[in-house]
């Protein structure tokens, strides 16, 4: 069956198969998933560290039940690493073997030109498919069952990275110039992150849609914690969350990520904590902030900070 028609008929069908993944999304995530799906677009999701970018494209992999492929980008990545090698060992080996036959293969009665023209007839023998190590981008083309491709981070790749991609990102298909063009079995669903290190080019962007994922509303977080953590209580949920949300208005250089509010609920459980107090914040901060001099600003506000928590309910500013 074909995975397009089975799991991407509406959106709601894609919202309700990401949360039984445990990923709690809004409609606007689910509908870009949904449209990327029928259209066979990359996706291009930009945010801040830490809200779930990764983790889309797991998610993802995970209920359409396909392998999920990755390639981490880093300054400096190049085709080779990303797309394809020559098996220089096997060739070497081969190498040896034709070396043995040479006698068998020309004619003693040969004149040179004949028997360098019988040579050249294995030329191709090593700069072929047999000789080929696929690569992460060559493995997701080669996929016949499907395969989400995540190209994580690409903003730290160079620019010239970038543009070797754009042949992948709108004909699913590269070149290989001793073999020559290699189309996809079957179209990758591609994910590409970006932190926004770098601005990325117009011709990346006009191949892909668009998903800008912020950090979440009071609501929406306090879903992803009783999802992932469901015997945190209500009221310590509230709590931890509205202090979260708070500490994200403070002029600090890196603000608390959902992950880190995942983290910090499960350090709260493990504490046996049923509520906030100004102590336990306090020893705990460095779970949320991971910077000296941002652990300073929240320690200054702690009290205020954490007043307010306390007083957190369902109708709190920010959801």
């Known amino acids: 069956m074909d995975w397009k028609a089975d799991k991407f008929s509406s959106v709601e069908q894609v919202m309700d198969g990401m949360k039984a993944a445990h990923y709690i999304c809004d409609s606007q995530v689910a509908t870009t998933i949904y449209l990327a799906g029928n259209i066979e677009k990359p996706i291009l999701v930009e945010g801040p560290a830490g809200v779930g970018k990764t983790e889309l494209a797991k998610v993802i992999a995970e209920y359409l039940e396909v392998p999920l492929i990755r390639i981490q980008c880093y300054e400096g990545l190049d085709e080779s690493k990303a797309l394809y090698e020559w098996k220089y060992g096997k060739q070497l080996l081969y190498t040896q073997l034709l070396k043995d036959k040479l006698d068998t293969i020309m004619n003693k009665q040969d004149k040179l030109a004949d028997s360098i023209e019988k040579l050249h007839q294995y030329d191709d023998i090593f700069f072929s498919p047999h000789f080929l190590e696929p690569r992460p981008l060559l493995k997701a083309l080669e996929q016949p069952e499907g395969v989400v491709l995540l190209i994580d981070e690409i903003d730290k790749a160079d620019e010239e990275f970038e543009a070797f991609l754009l042949e992948v990102l709108s004909d699913f298909q590269v070149s290989i110039p001793e073999i020559g063009?290699?189309?996809?079995?079957?179209?990758?669903?591609?994910?590409?992150?970006?932190?926004?290190?770098?601005?990325?080019?117009?011709?990346?962007?006009?191949?892909?849609?668009?998903?800008?994922?912020?950090?979440?509303?009071?609501?929406?977080?306090?879903?992803?914690?009783?999802?992932?953590?469901?015997?945190?209580?209500?009221?310590?949920?509230?709590?931890?969350?509205?202090?979260?949300?708070?500490?994200?208005?403070?002029?600090?250089?890196?603000?608390?990520?959902?992950?880190?509010?995942?983290?910090?609920?499960?350090?709260?459980?493990?504490?046996?904590?049923?509520?906030?107090n100004r102590e336990l914040v306090g020893k705990t901060l460095n779970v949320i902030l991971k910077h000296e001099e941002d652990i300073k600003v929240a320690e200054e506000k702690l009290v205020s900070l954490t007043a307010a928590a306390l007083k957190a309910d369902g109708g709190m500013t920010g959801e």
Not at 216 to 224: C, D, F, I, K, M
Request: charged share 25%; proline share 6%.
């Open 181 to 276: 063009t290699i189309k996809a079995v079957r179209k990758p669903l591609v994910f590409l992150t970006s932190n926004n290190a770098r601005e990325l080019s117009e011709a990346l962007k006009r191949r892909c849609l668009h998903l800008y994922i912020p950090y979440p509303s009071a609501a929406l977080e306090r879903e992803v914690i009783k999802t992932r953590l469901p015997q945190i209580g209500e009221k310590l949920r509230k709590q931890l969350v509205a202090f979260i949300q708070a500490v994200r208005t403070l002029d600090i250089r890196k603000p608390p990520s959902i992950s880190e509010t995942i983290d910090w609920a499960r350090v709260l459980l493990l504490m046996h904590a049923e509520s906030l």
